[in-house]
């Protein structure tokens, strides 16, 4: 052995105290949707018909006059609360087998809690998207990518009115996706509307907080998760 030298010397072994992975990230499921907690899987619950809370109801009354009499209707609607869940099998023989610094358990765990909310925030993107789905929704011009001729401020503001006008409450909540959102913030229009005309690139592009406080939202959230559309073992798709 006296000549050996380089990859001689060592047999290459998995590192102990590493290993490289991928977790979920920006996801924003929890923060749209309230949870309701409910006894049964199905039911109906009680909606408030909208159409007798903005109507103006004459009121005058004369002396001596009976006070007229108003009312409202209220309707009912079915819910049936899907069930969702997932999970691995991890034999004793790979339990066994496997490195300590795979965490087998730790891993399976980590992985079913991430499909889980990735599926989730998936579910709840495709109800948001869908136009069915929402009480108003207005389609935009032109991109917020397009620098020139996208109109960002003036789709806000559209957007918030067509939500007041149908539902008589002021939009508090913004929503973006990620890509979405970096067109945004960097749009000299958004700049200038933000920060004020004239305000120098040099300092950056506009924070959520920032456009959320300009537009009067409570918040703004942004869904920078992603998803691999591809099927099993096939080349992924982002």
Request: net charge negative.
């Amino acid at each position: 052995y006296a000549g050996a030298t380089g990859r001689d010397l060592h047999i290459d072994a998995p590192m102990t105290n590493m290993t490289v992975g991928y977790r979920p990230q920006g996801l924003i499921a929890d923060q749209i949707y309230p949870k309701v907690t409910v006894a049964k899987q199905s039911d109906l619950y009680y909606i408030w018909n909208r159409r007798d809370w903005f109507r103006i109801h004459d009121a005058n009354r004369g002396p001596g006059s009976p006070t007229p009499r108003i009312n409202f209707s209220v309707s009912s609607q079915t819910y049936f609360a899907n069930g969702y869940g997932l999970a691995m099998e991890l034999p004793f023989e790979d339990l066994d087998n496997a490195d300590a610094v795979l965490d087998l358990r730790t891993g399976a765990a980590n992985f079913i809690i991430d499909q889980l909310a990735l599926a989730w925030e998936a579910r709840l993107a495709t109800i948001l998207t869908t136009a069915a789905n929402v009480g108003s929704s207005v389609n935009l011009t032109n991109a917020w990518s397009d620098e020139i001729d996208g109109t960002p401020v003036r789709d806000i503001f559209t957007g918030k009115e067509s939500i007041r006008s149908v539902t008589g409450m002021e939009p508090n909540v913004g929503i973006c996706s990620g890509r979405a959102w970096n067109n945004l913030r960097q749009h000299p229009e958004i700049i200038d509307f933000v920060r004020g005309k004239g305000d120098n690139r040099g300092g950056g592009p506009v924070k959520e907080s920032e456009v959320a406080a300009a537009f009067g939202l409570d918040k703004l959230l942004i869904g920078r998760g992603i998803r691999n559309t591809a099927d099993e073992d096939i080349t992924p798709v982002f």
